[in-house]
């Protein structure tokens, strides 16, 4: 054993290279790729015939796999001896033993241990665990070997999925979340896609969802009574178009009050521009943490092109992601430190936009600025797993419906 080999039992690395000593002493190394994942199953690669090969997966609405099988042949019909693997669970997702444990060899034995919510199932050293991104489960006392990060006032830190498995899934290990047949639940019209039981409902028979209308009308209600705060009590229904132009010329909050009427009721134009020095609306937005972020990202990106910091020469257009709520993908402190510094930090109309997104160029020794927000049902929501509603050319929308702004800036950049 050279001096780069650590060793764990039987197991051991050979610099990068993973290796296993058997019983003979005889020391296996793999270094080759052995798989990659696809939306349908997986890839791997056969060493005797020196090619790709398909598995394909077959999961349910949890995205707990339930069937693997290739078709190694390349007839197009499934024999028994292609099928790879077949799993049943119990609903917390403990294997089911005795239904078709026969596990081929035409599979990929890495690969396989994908399996409960799509999460590798380890079973060495007699754990049997599920690895989520964030913690391990047990499916045997269907409990989490670690506490909740999302805690509930009503669970145990260590229950899962909200103690309904049928329904929900946590493949991260952060908090339950639907499976992803029912993630896009809400069709752009805010009907249902499927019924309580999973099933898919065609597109003239859908019906609008009970919870998710209560919530568009709960939502709608309280936009309307925050835009009349901005509007000093003025409902903004009674404005015409010119009034509405006029107070985005003089008033920030007012234009703040308009925008979350015209978001709420589904009225107004789809799109609105601003800009800088001529609506205090885009002015306020576009200074302290804003324009300080545009400027500071903007530089680092110059830097890196070699940039000719003296002449200013133009520059083509550069987006740059102005963030705002902080990572919900998986657990990032460090982003929940960074976004709340940025709450602290803002005025009413960067609060409005939240998370934007900007195009910054130099043209003739100007600084060209454009922000592009929407306003949308899932922002309002922070991100939930509902879907955005659309408008269309019609003048009457339906509420909530997503509305978009533009901020536009030009600054004169002075040779030093």
């Known amino acids: 054993m050279t001096a780069t080999e650590i060793t764990y039992q039987n197991f051991f690395f050979s610099g990068e290279i993973p290796c296993q000593k058997k019983a003979t002493g005889e020391k296996k190394c793999v270094s080759a790729l052995q798989f990659f994942s696809t939306s349908e199953g997986y890839v791997k690669y056969n060493q005797s015939s020196q090619k790709f090969e398909y598995v394909y997966q077959y999961s349910d609405h949890l995205n707990n796999v339930r069937l693997s099988y290739t078709d190694t042949d390349e007839s197009g019909d499934i024999s028994q001896d292609e099928i790879i693997e077949e799993n049943a669970y119990y609903p917390f997702g403990l294997k089911v033993r005795g239904v078709n444990d026969t596990v081929s060899a035409n599979g990929n ?14 079973e060495a050293l007699g754990m049997n665990l599920y690895e989520m991104e964030l913690r391990q489960y047990d499916p045997t006392i269907a409990r989490w070997t670690a506490i909740d990060p999302v805690t509930h006032y009503d669970y145990s830190p260590y229950q899962a999925f909200d103690n309904n498995p049928v329904v929900w899934a946590d ?14 639940e809400v069709d752009s019209n805010g009907n249902n896609k499927y019924d309580k039981w999973g099933n898919f409902i065609p597109l003239g028979e859908r019906t609008s969802s009970g919870d998710q209308n209560f919530l568009d009308k709960v939502a709608t209600k309280a936009l309307k009574e925050t835009a009349k705060l901005y509007l000093d009590g003025q409902d903004a229904s009674n404005l015409t178009e010119k009034q509405k132009q006029k107070i985005f010329e003089n008033d920030e909050l007012g234009t703040i009050g308009i925008l979350l009427h015209e978001f709420a009721t589904g009225t107004g134009p789809e799109t609105r521009f601003f800009e800088v020095g001529k609506h205090p609306f885009a002015t306020s937005y576009l200074s302290g943490r804003i324009i300080k972020e545009l400027i500071t990202e903007l530089v680092a990106e110059l830097k890196e092109q070699n940039y000719d910091f003296n002449n200013y020469p133009d520059v083509e257009s550069i987006r740059i992601d102005l963030e705002f709520s902080s990572d919900v993908r998986g657990w990032n402190p460090s982003s929940w430190k960074e976004s709340v510094q940025k709450h602290a930090d803002s005025n009413h109309s960067q609060f409005f936009i939240g998370g934007a ?22 922002s309002l929501f922070l991100h939930m797993p509902v879907d955005n509603y659309k408008r269309t050319s019609e003048n009457k929308n339906k509420p909530l419906s997503t509305i978009k702004q533009y901020i536009n800036a030009t600054f004169q950049i002075e040779k030093q």
């Open 109 to 122: 034995h890495v690969a396989q241990k994908f399996k409960y919510n799509g999460i590798e199932y380890e």
């Open 171 to 184: 493949p991260s290990g952060a908090d339950a979340n639907l499976g992803p047949w029912y993630a896009n």
């Open 357 to 378: 997104t900007a195009k910054v160029s130099i043209k003739d020794q100007n600084l060209i600025i454009q922000v592009y927000n929407e306003t949308s049902r899932r």
